[in-house]
Protein backbone atom coordinates (compact mmCIF):
# COMPACT_ATOMS: atom_id res chain seq x y z
CA UNK A 1 0.00 0.00 0.00
CA UNK A 2 1.20 3.56 -0.90
CA UNK A 3 0.96 6.04 1.65
CA UNK A 4 2.87 9.47 2.06
CA UNK A 5 4.19 11.96 0.41
CA UNK A 6 7.77 12.78 -1.21
CA UNK A 7 9.12 16.08 -2.65
CA UNK A 8 11.61 15.58 -5.69
CA UNK A 9 12.88 17.30 -8.55
CA UNK A 10 12.82 16.52 -12.52
CA UNK A 11 16.51 16.47 -13.89
CA UNK A 12 16.89 18.31 -17.24
CA UNK A 13 16.28 14.80 -19.11
CA UNK A 14 12.84 14.39 -17.32
CA UNK A 15 14.16 11.68 -15.12
CA UNK A 16 13.14 12.17 -11.58
CA UNK A 17 14.17 9.39 -8.34
CA UNK A 18 11.81 6.60 -6.97
CA UNK A 19 11.63 7.44 -3.06
CA UNK A 20 12.70 5.01 -1.72
CA UNK A 21 9.82 4.27 0.44
CA UNK A 22 7.63 3.29 -3.16
CA UNK A 23 10.42 1.50 -4.77
CA UNK A 24 10.06 -1.82 -3.67
CA UNK A 25 6.38 -2.32 -4.10
CA UNK A 26 6.57 0.13 -7.40
CA UNK A 27 9.06 -2.33 -8.80
CA UNK A 28 11.56 -1.86 -11.81
CA UNK A 29 8.95 -1.87 -14.46
CA UNK A 30 5.65 0.40 -14.05
CA UNK A 31 2.85 1.89 -15.85
CA UNK A 32 2.53 5.52 -15.62
CA UNK A 33 -0.83 7.26 -17.28
CA UNK A 34 -2.84 10.08 -17.13
CA UNK A 35 -4.37 10.46 -14.22
CA UNK A 36 -7.49 12.89 -12.25
CA UNK A 37 -7.40 16.25 -11.23
CA UNK A 38 -3.76 17.42 -13.01
CA UNK A 39 -1.62 14.85 -11.73
CA UNK A 40 -0.49 11.00 -13.22
CA UNK A 41 -0.91 8.41 -12.02
CA UNK A 42 1.93 5.46 -11.59
CA UNK A 43 0.51 1.90 -11.23
CA UNK A 44 2.81 -1.28 -10.35
CA UNK A 45 2.02 -3.77 -12.49
CA UNK A 46 0.07 -6.44 -10.85
CA UNK A 47 -2.46 -2.97 -9.90
CA UNK A 48 -2.70 -1.73 -13.44
CA UNK A 49 -3.73 -5.25 -15.01
CA UNK A 50 -6.60 -5.22 -12.44
CA UNK A 51 -7.49 -1.44 -13.26
CA UNK A 52 -7.52 -2.01 -17.35
CA UNK A 53 -9.62 -5.36 -16.46
CA UNK A 54 -12.08 -2.92 -14.84
CA UNK A 55 -11.53 -0.66 -17.80
CA UNK A 56 -12.94 -3.17 -19.75
CA UNK A 57 -16.27 -3.53 -17.87
CA UNK A 58 -16.83 -0.26 -18.63
CA UNK A 59 -20.92 0.82 -20.79
CA UNK A 60 -20.19 1.23 -24.49
CA UNK A 61 -21.03 4.85 -23.74
CA UNK A 62 -19.57 8.31 -24.93
CA UNK A 63 -19.02 8.29 -20.69
CA UNK A 64 -17.18 4.98 -20.70
CA UNK A 65 -15.41 5.46 -24.06
CA UNK A 66 -13.70 8.75 -22.87
CA UNK A 67 -12.66 7.13 -19.63
CA UNK A 68 -11.15 4.27 -21.62
CA UNK A 69 -8.89 6.82 -23.51
CA UNK A 70 -8.21 8.68 -20.75
CA UNK A 71 -6.07 6.15 -19.30
CA UNK A 72 -5.42 4.17 -22.19
CA UNK A 73 -4.23 6.95 -24.74
CA UNK A 74 -0.91 8.36 -23.19
CA UNK A 75 -0.24 4.86 -20.58
CA UNK A 76 3.28 4.35 -20.92
CA UNK A 77 5.48 1.26 -19.45
CA UNK A 78 8.17 2.72 -17.79
CA UNK A 79 11.24 0.88 -16.54
CA UNK A 80 13.42 2.10 -13.18
CA UNK A 81 17.59 2.79 -14.09
CA UNK A 82 20.65 1.53 -11.64
CA UNK A 83 20.39 5.01 -10.22
CA UNK A 84 16.17 4.55 -9.13
CA UNK A 85 15.05 6.77 -11.44
CA UNK A 86 12.44 6.38 -14.35
CA UNK A 87 11.67 8.80 -17.53
CA UNK A 88 8.57 10.56 -17.25
CA UNK A 89 7.35 10.70 -21.30
CA UNK A 90 7.26 14.40 -22.69
CA UNK A 91 4.05 14.22 -23.43
CA UNK A 92 2.36 13.29 -20.03
CA UNK A 93 5.26 15.74 -18.50
CA UNK A 94 3.24 18.46 -20.56
CA UNK A 95 0.13 17.37 -19.77
CA UNK A 96 0.35 17.30 -16.16
CA UNK A 97 2.68 20.70 -15.95
CA UNK A 98 5.61 19.01 -14.65
CA UNK A 99 8.96 21.51 -14.86
CA UNK A 100 10.85 21.13 -12.16
CA UNK A 101 9.56 20.26 -8.65
CA UNK A 102 7.17 16.81 -8.34
CA UNK A 103 5.12 15.84 -5.74
CA UNK A 104 4.68 12.20 -5.41
CA UNK A 105 1.89 10.77 -3.69
CA UNK A 106 1.03 7.44 -1.95
CA UNK A 107 -2.39 6.86 -2.58
CA UNK A 108 -3.29 2.89 -1.59
CA UNK A 109 -3.11 1.18 -4.95
CA UNK A 110 -1.27 3.70 -6.75
CA UNK A 111 1.38 6.79 -6.74
CA UNK A 112 0.34 10.12 -7.81
CA UNK A 113 2.80 12.62 -9.37
CA UNK A 114 1.93 16.34 -9.31
CA UNK A 115 3.47 19.27 -9.79
CA UNK A 116 4.43 21.18 -7.12
CA UNK A 117 2.42 24.66 -7.49
CA UNK A 118 -0.48 22.31 -8.64
CA UNK A 119 -0.46 20.44 -5.66
CA UNK A 120 -0.43 23.59 -3.52
CA UNK A 121 -2.93 25.29 -5.43
CA UNK A 122 -5.35 22.46 -5.71
CA UNK A 123 -6.70 21.94 -2.29
CA UNK A 124 -7.37 18.16 -3.39
CA UNK A 125 -8.94 17.77 0.47
CA UNK A 126 -11.37 20.06 -0.01
CA UNK A 127 -13.84 20.59 2.50
CA UNK A 128 -13.21 17.08 4.38
CA UNK A 129 -15.71 17.22 7.60
CA UNK A 130 -18.73 17.17 4.33
CA UNK A 131 -16.62 14.57 2.05
CA UNK A 132 -16.37 12.66 5.69
CA UNK A 133 -19.95 13.24 6.07
CA UNK A 134 -21.05 11.46 2.94
CA UNK A 135 -18.51 8.16 3.48
CA UNK A 136 -21.46 6.71 5.85
CA UNK A 137 -23.04 5.49 2.69
CA UNK A 138 -20.41 3.48 2.00
CA UNK A 139 -19.51 1.93 5.12
CA UNK A 140 -17.08 4.31 5.94
CA UNK A 141 -17.63 6.11 9.45
CA UNK A 142 -14.78 8.16 11.57
Given at each position: MFMGECFHTLDPKGRI???SKF????GEHFILTMGLDGCLFAYPMEEWIQFVERLRTLPGTKEGRQLQRHF???AAEVDVDKQGRFLIPTKLREQ???VKD???VGVLTKIELWSKERWEESNCFGDMDDIAEHMAE???NF
Open positions: IVPREELMAFAGLVVLHGI
